[in-house]
């Protein structure tokens, strides 16, 4: 009995659980938690947006009613902006299907097409990271890898020329994950050989990816004309991820790209040896090594592919969206990506669908900004705070009453922590 | 007289659980009785209740007579309840005294700890009660035979009079359990009274005034130590007959499967932990290794498995030499391997039963056809497994880690012995296991022996060593001090060179091979 009694709730567990089996969670239990993250997120968002107005607090000089109905104006005119920023405008959208005028229907549903391109990139981020945390390992160095993945995607698409679209075009976005594979692998193999811990290595790696890109595009690789600047060429025209419709909607098929990567990456981690390589080694490093699994081959392969998805980020953006590579390429998309894998849970489903979560946000925060005076910024405290609450489930709980779940959380993430090699 | 503690009808469900069905518990001052159970019988359960952990839905507690509440630990305390945990809560880098005084703290004018008044007290109880504690010292400086100790000196320091011992042996060398016998011994005559959790029989049969037998959340019996022997408190635990004797026919050794030559091991720490050990295992025969743990004995284990690599010696497994073998090189020679940690080592806890079958096979046909795992084949494989080998489970597709240990065991038991195995390392294939388990997992090893296969057993339970052996070998600081055949040999004789003793019977004559000793 010595594994019995190491707390009240493991007994309970065992106890309850001998031979009863605990009922299935369903999709809401699992959902539960990030769902209303993401309420309780724009709740406290709202409350920000009315406490930091100033014309709520001059309504609420007047008397205690003016300043809520001024707040809840303030509020309703945000998020609104937000939502039809992001998703669109039904009305217009209902108007614009029966007017059959194509251009009018194309600009009401831009904007969320846009917020379909916006989500991209961060889906590929966020399998990475995901990938990794499945793996045992925590990559902070998404960012990094994604650089080296868009300056490789853009040399192989501006420098190569003369090329038919449909071999240009997947050779320059493979480039991109060939260069962030690269980056990924070192330490990797620093980990696996060494055992340096890779949290602190991805760190240092971003700092070279970040210097380097800025010498590659202020010198070898630097636009002719532009003076010493920091920017790449623009990428030749058969290198280009296409777009759907004319400008400026800018929906591309590295969408679809995305969903099928998303794809193949739960394919490879639940269907494969491979994965299932993977996720022993994530899991439980020591039972895999008893059941004679390459630890060090895993970890290698982990950061190896992990790094590529990242590479991918980078790639679809120049190739899809900016058509030629500056530094400011990634409003931090691989730092963001780490929150988008723990409110996913870590599956490729999860990252999916909070990579859309995400996309969404940052294109509705535009028009917010626009159409209200309200910052920008407010959309990072609200996703810091899905963010904050998704970390630490005990929050929602207690705010909401919900039971405790009666098997542990998955904590995959944490065993990146325990420098076991 | 009034009992010092009374449990009436005690109930506690759990979501779809009876935990604990009407249970009455009376405790006499100053007598040891003892709590039988499997493990989920529902002992723990109504421990912490006792101890304010949980709230029972119905029932009443009475203490000296008086009805009780008891909503915490702070409140059993308050009650003069005490529980010494299984696993102890002990700071190692705080001194036996600040971990007394931890959450009691005596302190002196201006909130200043008052560290010699709390020593001078646990030098008192430690004298009256014999604990043989030293304040001063760190607990990570200790054995754990006394850090035990330190927990019972916590209760006696917040005069706790029902003291509530939970699994105390698990933990323990044969001798440090008797002396720990001889504390409770002495506690009882100086007036306290004590609950002693346990499924290991014959402690109950040694140290007992009363037994009281749980079994599935109700109490099934309440006996007397002299009118019970072990079969008789083991069917009523189980609720079956059970066989504590494993029935075995006589082994028909073959050829050798594994060989050790002059083995020496050292550890991530560079220190020798196996020194020259010698030793063979053939067919058909189940080779003991007994000890008390941390003697070299899972260094050995690690050596023989691919896990650690040794520093010299050789090592050869079916006419092999695996010397420069990886783990898994050594699992596919047709061998099997029982880690010690089942849920460290064994399990991946949050992967599926059927996963966790196939943990050492996954990527070999046919449960993967080049990358890709076949998972149809995999579900197929775990449920014939899970009929086999009884493991009690709603689904083949069920986490692990929801399992309780003995099923948990059972599913590494069935991985490990459903290949073609030639050879077995069992590494305290039962620990913590319940009878009903233990049982089980005896008559496979030894199924496994009469099919021909050769079995390394290696346990500190001297009782498992000598029930399943056929030769054994005893180990003592990394060496093996003698190995004879496990015919008319003395529990006391094994027990004796555990010791680093050899005793006169034991020339070298008698025994197969005799380490050189330097003894």
């Known amino acids: 009995m010595t594994e019995d009694k190491k707390d009240p709730g493991v007994v309970f567990l065992k106890e309850i659980n001998e031979p009863e089996e605990k009922p299935k969670k369903s999709f809401l239990g699992k959902a539960g938690i990030p769902l209303l993250s993401i309420f309780t997120g724009l709740v406290i968002g709202a409350i920000l947006i009315a406490a930091t107005s100033s014309t709520v607090w001059t309504a609420f000089g007047q008397g205690f009613g003016k300043g809520l109905a001024e707040a809840w104006r303030e509020i309703i005119t945000a998020y609104k902006a937000l939502f039809t920023g992001s998703l669109g405008d039904p009305a217009r959208m209902i108007r614009s299907l029966s007017s059959g005028d194509a251009v009018e229907i194309r600009r009401a549903f831009n904007p969320i097409l846009e917020s379909l391109v916006q989500s991209t990139p961060y889906i590929f981020a966020g399998l990475a990271v995901a990938l990794g945390f499945r793996s045992g390992l925590f990559n902070i160095g998404v960012e990094g890898q994604l650089f080296i993945g868009a300056a490789a995607a853009t040399y192989v698409g501006y420098a190569i020329k003369g090329l038919p679209v449909y071999i240009h075009m997947p050779l320059a976005f493979l480039a991109g994950a060939a260069g962030g594979a690269i980056w990924g692998f070192i330490p990797g193999f620093l980990k696996a050989k060494t055992g340096g811990h890779e949290v602190i290595n991805t760190i240092m790696m971003n700092w070279i990816a970040f210097r380097l890109t800025e010498w590659l595009l202020s010198g070898p690789m630097t636009r002719p004309g532009s003076g010493g600047l920091p920017l790449s060429p623009m990428i030749e025209d058969s290198a280009k991820i296409p777009q759907f419709f004319a400008s400026p909607i800018r929906f591309h098929l590295g969408f679809f790209i995305a969903l099928i990567v998303a794809f193949l990456v739960w394919w490879l981690l639940f269907k494969t040896t491979w994965g299932m390589n993977l996720r022993t080694v994530g899991t439980n490093p020591r039972a895999a090594k008893y059941a004679g699994l390459d630890t060090g081959k895993s970890i290698m392969l982990a950061m190896t592919l992990s790094g590529a998805l990242a590479g991918m980020a980078g790639a679809v953006q120049v190739l899809a969206v900016n058509h030629s590579m500056a530094l400011g390429l990634s409003s931090g998309y691989g730092f963001d990506s780490i929150a988008l894998a723990l409110i996913g849970n870590n599956h490729p489903l999860g990252v999916v669908l909070s990579s859309l979560l995400f996309g969404t946000l940052r294109n509705g925060a535009t028009r917010m900004m626009v159409v209200s005076s309200i910052p920008i910024d407010i959309v990072d405290v609200i996703q810091a705070i899905i963010l904050m609450l998704v970390a630490a489930p005990a929050i929602i709980r207690s705010i909401y009453r919900l039971r405790k779940p009666k098997q542990e959380e998955p904590q995959v993430f944490l065993s990146g922590w325990g420098g076991q090699s | ?519």
């Open chain 2, 1 to 519: 007289m009034t009992p010092i503690l009374e449990l009436k009808g005690i109930t506690k469900r759990f979501p779809g659980v009876l935990a604990n069905d009407h249970i009455d518990l009376t405790l006499n001052k100053g007598e040891i009785l003892a709590l039988l159970g499997e493990n989920g019988a529902g002992k723990s359960t109504l421990m912490n209740i006792l101890y304010g952990l949980y709230q029972p839905d119905e029932g009443e507690i009475f203490i000296n007579g008086e009805k009780v509440t008891i909503n915490s630990p702070t409140d059993a305390i308050h009650q003069g309840i005490g529980m010494v945990h299984q696993h102890f809560m002990l700071i190692p880098v705080f001194t036996v005294t600040e971990n007394v005084m931890l959450g009691n703290e005596s302190v002196k004018k201006l909130g200043f700890l008052d560290r010699a008044a709390a020593a001078k007290r646990i030098r008192e109880i430690s004298d009256q009660f014999n604990l043989a504690v030293d304040p001063d010292n760190y607990i990570r400086d200790i054995p754990v035979g006394v850090q035990q100790r330190v927990e019972i000196i916590k209760l006696l320091y917040r005069d706790a009079e029902i003291l509530i011992f939970d699994e105390p042996t698990a933990v323990l060398t044969p001798q440090e359990a008797d002396e720990l016998f001889k504390i409770m011994h002495l506690l009882v005559e100086e007036g306290k009274s004590i609950i002693f959790i346990t499924h290991k029989l014959r402690e109950v049969l040694d140290i007992s005034d009363r037994v009281m037998v749980i079994r599935r959340g109700a109490v099934v019996g309440e006996v007397l130590p002299e009118n019970a022997d072990q079969n008789s408190l083991a069917a009523m635990m189980v609720g079956r007959e059970v066989d504590l004797e494993v029935e075995k026919i006589e082994s028909h050794p073959g050829k050798v499967v594994l060989s050790i030559e002059n083995l020496t091991v050292v550890d991530k720490f560079d220190e020798i932990q196996v020194e020259n050990v010698s030793l063979e295992v053939r067919e058909g025969e189940i080779v003991g290794v007994a000890g008390v743990q941390g003697n070299g004995q899972s260094e050995l284990v690690y050596a023989l498995t691919g896990l650690l690599k040794h520093q010299s010696g050789k090592i050869s497994m079916l006419g092999q030499s695996i010397d420069k073998f990886t783990p898994r090189q050594i699992t596919e020679l047709g061998s099997a391997h029982i880690p010690e940690d089942r849920q460290l080592d064994g399990l991946v806890l949050p992967f599926s039963v059927a996963e966790n079958l196939v943990l050492c096979t996954y990527y070999q046909e046919p449960f993967s056809k080049g990358v890709i795992l076949q998972f149809p084949v995999i579900m197929e494989n775990a449920k014939k497994l899970i009929e086999n080998f009884d493991i009690r489970t709603p689904s083949a597709v069920t986490p692990v880690g929801s399992l309780s240990g003995g099923n948990q065991q059972k599913v590494i038991i069935a991985r490990e012995l459903s290949r073609p195995i030639k050879f077995l390392v069992a590494s305290q294939p039962t620990r913590g296991l319940d009878v009903g388990s233990i049982e089980y997992i005896h008559k496979r090893l030894v199924e496994k022996r009469d099919e021909g296969a050769g079995v390394l057993l290696v346990s500190p339970e001297l009782d498992e060593v000598m029930k399943l052996s056929d030769r054994i070998a005893v180990m003592f600081r990394g060496e093996l001090i003698a190995v004879v055949e496990n015919k008319g040999i003395s529990k006391e004789t094994i027990g004796l060179l555990m010791a680093g003793i050899v005793p006169d019977e034991i020339s070298p004559a008698d025994s197969s091979t005799v380490a050189e000793t330097t003894l």
